[in-house]
T-cell receptor, first 115, second 118 residues
Framework: AQSVTQLDSHVSVSEGTPVLLRCNYS??????LFWYVQHPNKGLQLLLK??????LVKGINGFEAEFKKSETSFHLTKPSAHMSDAAEYFC?????????????FGKGTHLIIQP | GAVVSQHPSWVICKSGTSVKIECRSL??????MFWYRQFPKQSLMLMAT?????????EQGVEKDKFLINHASLTLSTLTVTSAHPEDSSFYIC??????????????FGPGTRLTVT
């Protein structure tokens, strides 16, 4: 079985300061990991994904995440927050055995950007 | 590319009636589509996996007779909530995958359908 834990339900940062959204996963296999963002009343958008290639993954809008197997973590970072980054962020794990199984979502982290 | 649409975007229905939600992949063929449910301020929970031309696979605890899924073509899957009740009120989101059977295949999400049962 696989699971993902987002350690913070809410994160508040000032505009222009770094962002860190934490995620830990549990999987019996080498997982595929994703970060999705959900803006109010909009669909989920893929920020980035890890699928056993480079452990440091760069995504859209300046976000990146590092896969650390020893820590079973896949934290999302951004050097400088922008007001438009305010949204709900989901860390997601996929069953690596294939079969196009559905994704397992974390509970989400609500990112608040203070002006 | 890889756009997924849902219709309707929101619907209000009376208790006991049925509601159909459509999920379409607009510019690609989706072998596999997924249906998720999201309660307010909560995460997405997978309800079922739908493969074109075959019966959907439901997650544990999801009533297949209540949530009817049809995936008649490579670009359309429908979710019908039968005999809806207020507790079925939720945000229903579909996604579509380009690749079947590949680990880490990206899913493209629709904008969601908000269902309110009165």
């Amino acid at each position: 079985a696989q699971s993902v834990t987002q350690l913070d339900s809410h994160v508040s940062v000032s505009e222009g300061t770094p962002v860190l959204l934490r995620c830990n996963y549990s999987s019996s296999y080498s997982p595929s990991l994703f970060w999705y963002v959900q803006h109010p009343n909009k669909g989920l958008q893929l920020l980035l994904k890890y699928t056993s290639a480079a452990t440091l993954v760069k995504g859209i809008n300046g976000f990146e995440a590092e896969f650390k197997k020893s820590e079973t973590s896949f934290h999302l970072t951004k050097p400088s927050a922008h007001m438009s980054d305010a949204a709900e962020y989901f860390c997601v794990v996929s069953d690596p055995r294939g079969g196009a199984d559905g994704l397992t979502f974390g509970k989400g982290t609500h990112l608040i950007i203070q002006p | 590319g890889a756009v997924v649409s849902q219709h309707p975007s929101w619907v209000i229905c009376k208790s006991g009636t049925s509601v159909k939600i459509e999920c379409r992949s607009l510019d690609f063929q989706a072998t596999t589509m997924f249906w998720y449910r999201q309660f307010p301020k909560q995460s997405l929970m997978l309800m079922a996996t739908s493969n074109e031309g075959s019966k959907a696979t439901y997650e544990q605890g999801v009533e297949k007779d209540k949530f009817l899924i049809n995936h008649a073509s490579l670009t359309l899957s429908t979710l019908t909530v039968t005999s809806a009740h207020p507790e079925d009120s939720s945000f229903y989101i579909c996604s579509a995958s380009l690749s079947s059977g590949l680990a880490g295949a990206e899913q493209y999400f629709g904008p969601g359908t908000r269902l309110t049962v009165t």
